[in-house]
């Protein structure tokens, strides 16, 4: 690790955390946020946070097979139509230099999401770019993230 950024700036974690909170109480499914999450890391190369929302994902039911198969979900079966407007989005919003957000995956995304779903979903997406980049550049190293227990049904 380089540099403890949240000990150094203790604001800057609170700011990320204070996206999560928004993110957190926007009512989209924490199954589908946690796909996000991952794929997001998937294409950012975020080794900590890939193993985090993997871990998180897994505690909160996720099958391996879906997880397993996330970095190929266009080819994949597992994903429902929501779940792959969402993908699409998140590939978008994350690789945003290549397209612009293209208008095609616009118009498949909003056909599964509200309008203040959409927002909530962006933000998530961008939440996730912004730990994607602190986890990153200072090379939080991966392993040593355990999941919260899984809440009782």
Not at 96 to 106: A, F, L, R, S, W
């Amino acid at each position: 690790m380089r540099i403890q950024y949240a000990k150094v700036v203790p604001e800057a974690l609170q700011a990320l955390l204070g996206l999560e909170r928004q993110v957190e109480k926007s009512g989209l499914e924490h199954s589908l946020l946690d796909l996000v999450k991952l794929r997001a890391s998937q294409i950012n190369g975020c080794a900590y946070c890939i193993d985090m929302h993997s871990k998180d994902a897994k505690a909160r039911g996720e099958s391996e097979e879906r997880l397993y198969e996330l970095m190929a979900w266009r080819e994949a079966p597992f994903y429902s139509e929501r779940e792959r407007a969402a993908l699409a989005w998140t590939e978008a919003v994350t690789l945003i230099t290549e397209g612009h957000v293209p208008d095609q995956v616009y118009q498949e995304v909003s056909k599964e999401f509200g309008e203040a779903e959409l927002v909530n979903l962006t933000l998530a997406i961008a939440a996730i770019n912004a730990w994607n980049r602190m986890g990153i550049a200072f090379r939080i190293p991966p392993g040593s993230y355990h999941p919260a227990p899984a809440a009782p049904r």
